[in-house]
Each structure stands twice: as C-alpha cells, then as structure tokens.
C-alpha cells in the first residue's frame, strides 16, 4: 500500500513540475498590457488589453456549420497580436459578459506594415465577438479597414480602423503604442 501512494505522489509531483514548466514557458513567450484609460481607442465602460504572442502563428478554420474560429500553432516566423474590449458588467446579473477583439498575425521579420481593405486577410484578422447576443457572437473575416503597423527596437504602434458588416461592434478604431 505504501508504495503505492509513494508512487501516486511522485506522479503528482512530476505532473505539476511539468505544468509549471510550461506555464513559465507562455509567460515568456506572451506579453499583455492592460490599456484601460491609457488608450484614446478603449471606451469608457470597460478595459481593453493587448496581447503579444510570440512565435505563434493563426491558423483559421470553420466548423461543421460553417462557423469561423481559429488555432494557434507554434511558429518562429510569426507572432500574434490580440486586442480585446471587455466591457464593464453587474457581476450578480447572468449572462451580461460582453468582449470584442481583434486577432492577427505579423510576421516576425516585417517592422512595417500598411494593408487595406482585402489586404488585411495577408494577416488572418478576425474580430471576435463574445456574448449572450443569439446568431451575432463568434468570429468574423476583417475584410474592410486600414491597418497601419510598425516596430520599432521593442516599440509597437498600431493603428487599425475597420468594419464588420456581419454584426454590431463598439470597437472599430484601435490606435495604441506599446512595448
């Protein structure tokens, strides 16, 4: 019997050492700044963040009924930009979580980008939208916009206006700068 708790404990014990592991690993690799009132982009009623994920890359994918969503996969050519809006919300009432956000990639070895209209789909944008709002949550093609992107040392501007035409959205102009 003692054995094998013995062994049930030095499983546990490797297991969350790995774990640990490969959070310290994200940590990383990922970088995210709170914006709130920072941020000319972010409205008033709620937070924005932005999210830097190295060496990842978007992969786009539909579902079986033609829905949009996305994987990232590990990728040393690229990196992910996520932008998200969460909205202030009474905590105590149900289903009144309300986040948009826009996810792209860039490519690691470009400091410049400037894509319009169509164009921005060389970067697999999507706008998410996330809520209790029946046929318009999940993710959208950004096909319709102006995004301008530089990087300059560890400096990061972005200055993105878009449309979604599928659904309503309360972000449509992000302009920021960060490390």
């Known amino acids: 019997m003692e054995k094998i708790a013995f062994a049930f404990t030095l499983t ?8 640990k592991n490969t959070d310290k690993l994200e940590e990383i690799n990922k970088s995210t700044i709170i914006s709130g009132k920072l941020n000319p982009s972010c409205p008033d009623d709620g937070i924005c963040t932005i999210e830097i994920i190295k060496n990842r890359s ?30 202030n919300t009474e905590k105590e ?38 809520c209790f ?20 040392n560890e400096k ?6 878009f449309i979604v035409l599928e659904v309503p959205q309360i972000i449509n102009t992000i302009k920021v700068s960060f490390k």
């Open 12 to 19: 546990l014990l490797i297991s969350c050492s790995s774990i």
């Open 58 to 87: 978007l992969i786009i994918k539909k579902d079986e009924i033609n829905s949009i969503y996305y994987q990232t996969e590990s990728n040393s050519e690229y990196s992910i930009i996520k932008y998200s809006y969460t909205k």
């Open 93 to 130: 009432i149900q289903d009144t979580n309300y986040v948009e956000e826009i996810i792209f990639q860039i490519n690691n070895s470009n400091s410049n980008l400037a894509l319009t209209d169509t164009e921005l789909q060389n970067t697999k944008m999507l706008f998410g939208r996330h």
């Open 133 to 152: 709002c029946k046929g318009q949550a999940g993710y959208y093609l950004v096909s319709k916009g102006n995004l301008n992107f530089n990087k300059e």
């Open 156 to 161: 990061y501007n972005l200055a993105l206006d």
